[in-house]
Structures are given as C-alpha cells and as structure tokens.
C-alpha cells in the first residue's frame, strides 16, 4: 500500500478519534471543546484540520524511515504547537484582539480538547507507522519465498 495512503487513512482516523475523544469529554466530564462563548463555531473544527495535516505528514515520512515512537513524539508536538498556534489566531481574527495570540494558548494549553488531540496524534502515528512497515514486510517476504513456500 501507498505511504501516502496509509498516511491518509491515519488522517482521517485521527479526526474522527478526536471528534469521539471530544465527545466523551464533553460526555463525561462536562467541558467545551472551545470554552469561550463568542468563539466561531469552526474554531475547533480548524484546529483539528491544522492537527490532522501534522499527522499526514508526520505518518508519511516516519513511514519511510526512523523510529515510530520518536516519529510519534514529534508528531505530538506538531500537533500541539499547531493546534494552539491555529486556535490563538483564529480566535484573535475573531475577537479582534491581538492580545488573544498569547492569551488564548495559555488559556487552552492543558485543555482536555488539545491533549486529548496530542494523545489522539501520538497513538494514530506510530500505528499507522507500525501498520505500513508490517504490512510492507510481509509483502516483500512473500515476493522473495520460492513457489512452493506461497500459500
């Protein structure tokens, strides 16, 4: 399979975990994703589209070469920096503020919406990793076996 598949596929799973993670949040613990009330509706959706693409890229090029845990970590960083860094300027664009830049990520840095979606990244990254470099052994293990060893 495509690295760029796979990296696609992780994508989209990272997404849809954030949204379920959201969701229990929400759920159980009774906390916004976004808890200020004049922020746009598409905030949070925007911070998890800035998220999803640090996830594309970092499973496209762990995939090819390095370590999955690390590849993982850095993905996770990724995610936060980009998170907060999208959240704060879309929430001054809103405000109008641009004091809500610095304001913002220290308001949300250790929101359960923004960890959550660190530990969402880090956990679909080294699987999506894990996943393609199993599956690109066993394919090239099966091309290599003499006939009678196929099955």
């Known amino acids: 399979m495509s690295r760029w598949l796979v990296a696609t596929m992780t994508s989209v799973l990272f997404i ?4 379920a993670v ?3 949040e929400a759920l159980l613990a009774d906390v916004e994703a976004i808890p200020q009330p004049d922020a746009s509706p598409y905030l949070g959706p925007a911070m ?4 999803s693409v640090v996830v594309f890229l970092a499973t ?3 995939i090819r070469e390095g370590n999955p845990g690390v ?3 850095v993905a996770a960083a990724g995610t936060y920096l980009v998170m907060l860094g ?3 300027v879309g929430y001054a664009i809103v405000r109008g503020d641009g004091t809500e830049l610095l304001v913002f ?17 880090l956990l679909c990254v080294v699987g999506g990793i894990a996943a393609a470099r199993h599956q690109a052994r ?3 293990t099966a091309s290599t076996a003499p006939d009678h060893d196929r099955a």
């Open 16 to 19: 849809a975990l954030v949204i």
């Open 22 to 24: 959201t969701g229990f």
């Open 48 to 51: 998890v589209v800035g998220a």
């Open 60 to 62: 496209a090029a762990g």
């Open 71 to 73: 590849t993982g970590l």
């Open 86 to 88: 999208v959240g704060s």
């Open 105 to 121: 990520p220290a308001g949300s840095a250790l929101s359960p919406f923004v960890v959550g979606s660190v530990v969402v990244a």
């Open 138 to 140: 066993g394919t090239s």
